[in-house]
Nanobody, 127 residues
Framework: QVQLVESGGGLVQAGGSLRLSCAAS????????MGWFRQAPGKEREFVAA????????YYADSVKGRFTISGDNAKMTVYLQMNSLKPEDTAVYYC????????????????????WGQGTQVTVSR
């Protein structure tokens, strides 16, 4: 069983920055691909960013490319999402996810590829 706990959300003005963290309680974190998704009110959950278990492959949604950076720290069993130049349309609940099937080392972008999900952290960007 894997537990994921997100933190770092909050209220920020447009143009500001936040760093989200996702801590995993798992024995062998280094073999997990990780991802971030978000869901705004009245909208479906959407992909934000992903990183392969080795860290060698990352993938971003077009809407956040160049502004967000995903990274991982295997020693701390934590994945991060650095969010810069935030916009009001980035407002959402952000969820991290872990994929335990790591046969292939690539960044996964689809929800069905993930096995575990965190409870989410709210990010609100004001104008």
């Amino acid at each position: 069983q894997v537990q994921l706990v997100e933190s770092g959300g909050g209220l920020v003005q447009a143009g500001g920055s936040l760093r989200l963290s996702c801590a995993a309680s798992v024995r062998t974190f280094r073999r997990y691909a990780m991802g971030w998704f978000r869901q705004a009110p009245g909208k479906e959950r959407e992909f934000v960013a992903a990183i392969s278990w080795s860290g060698g492959d990352t993938y971003y949604a077009d809407s956040v490319k160049g502004r967000f950076t995903i990274s991982g720290d295997n020693a701390k069993m934590t994945v991060y999402l650095q969010m810069n130049s935030l916009k009001p349309e980035d407002t959402a609940v952000y969820y991290c996810a872990a994929a335990t099937n790591s046969l292939y080392d690539y960044a996964r972008r689809y929800p069905h590829e993930y096995d575990y999900w965190g409870q989410g952290t709210q990010v609100t960007v004001s104008r």
